[in-house]
T-cell receptor, first 113, second 114 residues
Framework: DQQVKQNSPSLSVQEGRISILNCDYT??????FLWYKKYPAEGPTFLIS?????DKNEDGRFTVFLNKSAKHLSLHIVPSQPGDSAVYFC????????????FGPGTRLSVLP | NAGVMQNPRHLVRRRGQEARLRCSPM?????VYWYRQLPEEGLKFMVY????????ESGMPKERFSAEFPKEGPSILRIQQVVRGDSAAYFC????????????FGPGTRLTVT
């Protein structure tokens, strides 16, 4: 049973436009969420995080939104750049339970020039 | 380079052999995690260790897999009697502490079992 879902395996966006990557989770105890970006043959790179006490966190071109009632979070990248083309993973944890994160299956983003 | 280091980057083993994967955490990090990524899948948590202690091994297969993080030296993920299904990318991550700390990943070790 997948506790963290990323229902879009892939997404294509034109350079300069907004990329929106979605993530849904089933475990209502999750209270800390992260987004990672991964290029081929490299390890995931941390992008941005959000804890359940907030509904939005911004860092430069990246903004994460959290809707706790819907158990949904999204990552917005604006403006999108060709270098953003990568696989994006959403991860969640129940900080009171432990430190291991549950990862979604990833969404492959392609930013077209 | 103060990042998480993993070696080897690529490892080929025949069925039945042992695989040893090493991970050196970022400087100042004493919490290490191992994840496995099978082809076309996300990362699956395997084990969480602190120095000389296994904190959570709920994601580790019950047989053939073991992990350690000794007082000195890197963390080791050991797979005995490898089978073809063990072929995957194995990633190590480290963090500064427990709680709301992001994990930083190494480049991974790609294990191929022939």
């Amino acid at each position: 049973d997948q506790q963290v879902k990323q229902n879009s395996p892939s997404l294509s966006v034109q350079e300069g436009r907004i990329s929106i990557l979605n993530c849904d989770y089933t475990n209502s105890m999750f209270d800390y969420f992260l987004w990672y970006k991964k290029y081929p043959a490299e390890g995931p790179t941390f992008l941005i995080s959000i804890s359940s006490i907030k509904d939005k966190n911004e860092d430069g071109r990246f903004t994460v939104f959290l809707n706790k009632s819907a158990k949904h979070l999204s990552l917005h990248i604006v403006p999108s750049q060709p270098g953003d083309s990568a696989v994006y993973f959403c991860a969640a944890s129940d900080v009171n339970y432990g430190q291991n994160f549950v990862f979604g299956p990833g969404t492959r983003l392609s930013v077209l020039p | 380079n103060a990042g998480v280091m993993q070696n080897p980057r690529h490892l080929v083993r025949r069925r039945g052999q042992e695989a040893r994967l090493r991970c050196s955490p970022m400087k100042g990090h004493s919490h290490v995690y191992w994840y496995r990524q099978l082809p076309e899948e996300g990362l699956k948590f395997m084990v969480y260790l602190q120095k000389e202690n296994i904190i959570d091994e709920s994601g580790m297969p019950k047989e053939r897999f073991s992990a350690e993080f000794p007082k000195e030296g890197p963390s080791i993920l050991r797979i005995q009697q490898v089978v073809r299904g063990d072929s995957a990318a194995y990633f190590c991550a480290s963090s500064r502490g427990q709680g709301r700390y992001e994990q930083y990943f190494g480049p991974g070790t790609r294990l191929t079992v022939t």
